[in-house]
C-alpha cells in the first residue's frame, strides 16, 4: 500500500529548514552557511504553530501528555521536523514552559501598573494567575509540578529554563506584597517572602484539582470559582488592621484585571 503523501511533504519541510551540505570535495570542512532571515523567519513560524497545537492538545486530553505522534498529525508535520525544532517530547514541554512564563511575567508587570490600591493589585495577581493557569493547561505538569512530580525529570537546564524565571516572577509577587504592608494596607506582621510562596502553592493546589483522576477532581469552572473565593478569604485575611472599616472588614475591595 502507498504511504500518503503528507509524510514526504512534512519531511521536505524539515529538509528546507536545514542548510544543504557541501558536495564538492573542496568544501569540506569548510564552515556552514548561516540560516537566512526567511530561513529563520520560517522556523520561527513552525515552531510557533508547533506549539500552539501542542497547547490544544494539553487542553483536550484532560489527564497526560499528548503523544508525538498525535502532536504531528495535528500540525501536519512529520514527528522528524518536532525533533528537529525540541529534541524531544520533553523539549515540547519546555518550551511550552517558557513561553507560558513569558506571559505570566507579563501579567505581574500589568497587575503592577493597574490604577488602584496596593493591596488590590496584590489580588489581581491572584485573578491574573487564574487567567494565566487556564489559558496553558500544560503548565500544570511542566511548570506548577516541576519538582514535584516523581516523573518529571530533574536537570539544570529544566532549572534555568523554569525554575529560575519563575523564582524572578514570584520576586515580582513578593514586592507587590511589600508594596502594601509599606503602605498600611497589608499586615506588615507576615513575612513577604512566605507570603508570595504560601499564596502560589494554595493557587497551584487548586489549580491541580483539574488533573485529579478520582471524585476530588474539578473541572475548571469549579477550579476558577475556587479560586475567586480563595482571593476573598486572603483579602480579608492579609490586611492590616488599620485597613478596616468598622465592622472589621477589609476596606481593599476585589477589583478586575
Given at each position: 500500500?502507498?504511504?500518503?503523501d503528507?509524510?514526504?511533504?512534512?519531511d521536505?519541510e524539515?529538509?528546507?529548514?536545514?542548510?544543504?551540505?557541501?558536495t564538492?570535495g573542496s568544501?569540506q570542512?569548510a564552515?556552514?552557511?548561516?540560516p537566512t532571515?526567511?530561513?529563520?523567519?520560517?522556523?520561527a513560524?513552525t515552531?510557533?504553530?508547533v506549539?500552539?497545537?501542542a497547547?490544544?492538545l494539553?487542553?483536550?486530553s484532560g489527564q497526560?501528555?499528548?503523544r508525538?505522534?498525535?502532536?504531528?498529525?495535528a500540525a501536519?508535520?512529520?514527528?522528524?521536523?518536532i525533533y528537529d525544532h525540541?529534541?524531544?517530547?520533553?523539549g515540547?514541554?519546555l518550551?511550552?514552559?517558557?513561553?507560558a512564563l513569558?506571559?505570566l511575567s507579563?501579567?505581574l508587570d500589568?497587575a503592577?501598573?493597574?490604577?488602584c490600591?496596593?493591596m488590590?493589585?496584590?489580588?489581581?495577581v491572584?485573578?491574573?494567575?487564574?487567567r494565566?493557569i487556564?489559558e496553558?493547561?500544560?503548565?500544570?505538569?511542566s511548570?506548577v509540578?516541576?519538582?514535584?512530580?516523581?516523573q518529571?525529570a530533574?536537570s539544570?537546564?529544566?532549572?534555568d529554563?523554569?525554575?529560575a524565571p519563575?523564582e524572578?516572577?514570584l520576586?515580582k509577587?513578593q514586592?507587590?506584597i511589600e508594596?502594601?504592608?509599606?503602605?498600611g494596607?497589608?499586615?506588615?506582621s507576615?513575612?513577604?517572602?512566605?507570603?508570595?510562596?504560601f499564596?502560589?502553592a494554595?493557587?497551584n493546589g487548586?489549580a491541580a484539582?483539574?488533573?485529579?483522576?478520582?471524585r476530588?477532581a474539578f473541572?475548571r469552572?469549579?477550579v476558577?470559582?475556587?479560586?475567586r473565593?480563595?482571593?476573598?478569604l486572603?483579602?480579608?485575611g492579609?490586611t492590616s488592621?488599620a485597613?478596616?472599616d468598622?465592622?472589621?472588614?477589609?476596606?481593599a475591595?476585589?477589583?478586575?484585571?
Open positions: 500500500m502507498d504511504t500518503p503528507r509524510t514526504a511533504g512534512q521536505a524539515v529538509a528546507s529548514e536545514v542548510e544543504p551540505a557541501a564538492d568544501a570542512g564552515p556552514k552557511r548561516q532571515a526567511r530561513m529563520q523567519r520560517k522556523r513560524r515552531r510557533e504553530h506549539l500552539e497545537v497547547e490544544r494539553y487542553a483536550e497526560g501528555d499528548p508525538m505522534e498525535d502532536l504531528a498529525d501536519n508535520v512529520s514527528i522528524g521536523l525540541f529534541g524531544s517530547k520533553d515540547v514541554g518550551a511550552l514552559a517558557e513561553r513569558d506571559g507579563d501579567y500589568q503592577g501598573s493597574h490604577d490600591s496596593p488590590q493589585r496584590v489580588m489581581i491572584g485573578e491574573l494567575y487564574l494565566w487556564l496553558h493547561p500544560s503548565v500544570l505538569r511548570v509540578l516541576q519538582g514535584v512530580d516523581g518529571t530533574k539544570d537546564q529544566v532549572d529554563q523554569v525554575g519563575l524572578s516572577i520576586g509577587f514586592n507587590l508594596q502594601s504592608m509599606a503602605g494596607e497589608a499586615d506588615s507576615f513575612d513577604p517572602l512566605l507570603t508570595a510562596r499564596l502560589w494554595a493557587w487548586v484539582l483539574n488533573v485529579r483522576a478520582d476530588m473541572d469552572d469549579e476558577a470559582e475556587c479560586l473565593l480563595g482571593r476573598r486572603v483579602n480579608e492579609l488592621p485597613f478596616r468598622e465592622q472589621g472588614r477589609s476596606r475591595t476585589l477589583v478586575e484585571p
